[in-house]
């Protein structure tokens, strides 16, 4: 559920109100009577978890050049010779 802000034209108070989407929005003060008003603010979004950054997600060019590599490098390995 958001957190709305809303401002008294009247006395100046701010407040929080936890709020549905689909409520009303608030329009007096309980202070003074006054009009509210819904204040814009700085929303927080926090990404937590894995698959959030460019590194949990992998291309699929990326997974068969990595495919590549190894098979390649194997083939270099058995090249060399054994001491």
């Not at 608030?26 to 460019?54: N, P, R």
Request: charged share 30%; net charge negative.
């Amino acid at each position: 559920m958001p957190i709305y802000e809303y401002e008294c034209e009247g006395c100046g108070k701010r407040l929080e109100v936890w709020q549905k989407i689909t409520d009303e929005p608030l329009a007096t003060c309980e202070s003074c009577g006054g009009k509210l008003h819904k204040l814009i603010s700085q929303s927080s979004f926090i990404l937590k978890g894995t698959g959030w950054y460019v590194t949990d997600y992998a291309r699929k060019e990326r997974k068969e050049t990595q495919k590549e590599d190894s098979g390649s490098s194997g083939t270099q390995d058995s090249g060399k010779e054994s001491s």
